[in-house]
């Protein structure tokens, strides 16, 4: 037998058709979720931003805060700093040598 | 095209003229129809999404095999990359065997079983022209315009294909 015959015998497998019904409402979910996800993420962002601008207000512009709060603070953001640049540095070096990376993701 | 205009009535008739083929097409290319079926639905979405770089000029067909063979190329690296393999042999029933005629049944179901597990061991360039030709039935020509290569590279690309797709079987052959 060969690779035409083989072939020519075989079919690809199909899914119920409750499944195929379905497809479209499942679909659509899935593009509901999806902008629920970007709104709610915008939001999130931007309430973070926020939050974090008042709190580092408050914190240095608040003559009662004692000092060694605000040192804290200016070390815990200077650490969350160094984290985040160093992790970005590994995802780029990562990212230089994927050798997947012109698959689209 | 509507979708451009964000209309999801015009994703939806797309979505159920083409479903089965999206489907079909993810199928081949990943072996596995519940991967297929997530990687058809997200190819949908992601023709709503970037609606506005499709140019409604050209045929849809071959940019919408582009998202899903790109979809599913990352979906079996990163399968590979979680299960240390490229796919699910186990999941071998992805193709079906003509099972009209019982006489010959047990040859041809075996014999399928081989054709499965070889594709399924073939690099993904390689699947991917064998199926389009072999289980898609798409001429030369046809293969050439959606994979937008010369149909030279076409015949070259399958009959490499064909010949590592032939040395897995005998070897699956020769294991007994």
Redesign the interface.
């Known amino acids: ?1 060969n ?2 015959e ?2 020519g ?7 119920p058709d409750e ?2 019904e379905n ?2 409402q ?3 979910k ?2 509901e979720r ?1 902008f629920g996800w970007i709104f709610f993420s915008v939001g999130a962002i931007a309430l973070i931003f926020y939050g974090m601008f008042q709190f580092l207000s408050e914190i240095y512009q608040n003559p009662t805060i004692p000092i060694f709060i605000k040192i804290a603070t200016a070390v815990l953001i200077l650490g969350a700093i160094i984290l985040l640049v160093s992790f970005s540095r590994e995802r780029l070096f990562a990212y230089k040598r994927d050798r ?1 990376k012109e ?3 | 095209m509507e979708i451009k205009t964000g209309d999801k009535k015009a994703l939806g008739l797309l979505v159920n003229k083409h479903k089965k083929t999206a489907f079909r097409i993810a199928l081949g290319l990943v072996g596995n129809k519940d991967d297929a079926y997530d990687i058809s639905q997200e190819a949908f979405l992601r023709v709503y999404r970037s609606a506005n770089t499709y140019d409604t000029d050209q045929p849809f067909l071959p940019w919408f095999y582009r998202i899903i063979s790109n979809l599913s190329k990352t979906w079996l690296v990163k399968r590979s990359k979680r299960e240390n393999k490229m796919v699910d042999v186990d999941d071998a029933s992805y193709l079906l065997i003509d099972s009209s005629n019982p006489e010959d049944a047990m040859v041809k179901k075996e014999t399928a079983a081989y054709v499965r597990n070889a594709l399924l061991k073939l690099d993904y360039e390689d699947r991917e022209i064998i199926t389009l030709q072999h289980f898609r039935n798409m001429s030369y020509d046809e293969i050439a315009d959606l994979l937008e290569i010369s149909k030279g590279t076409v015949m070259s690309r399958l009959y490499y294909a064909r010949k590592k797709l032939a040395d897995i079987m005998r070897s699956y052959y020769e294991q007994g």
Do not use: R
């Open positions: 037998m690779l035409k083989m072939t015998i075989m079919t690809y497998a199909d899914l499944v195929w497809y479209w499942s679909m659509y899935k593009l999806g997947y698959v689209k993701k």
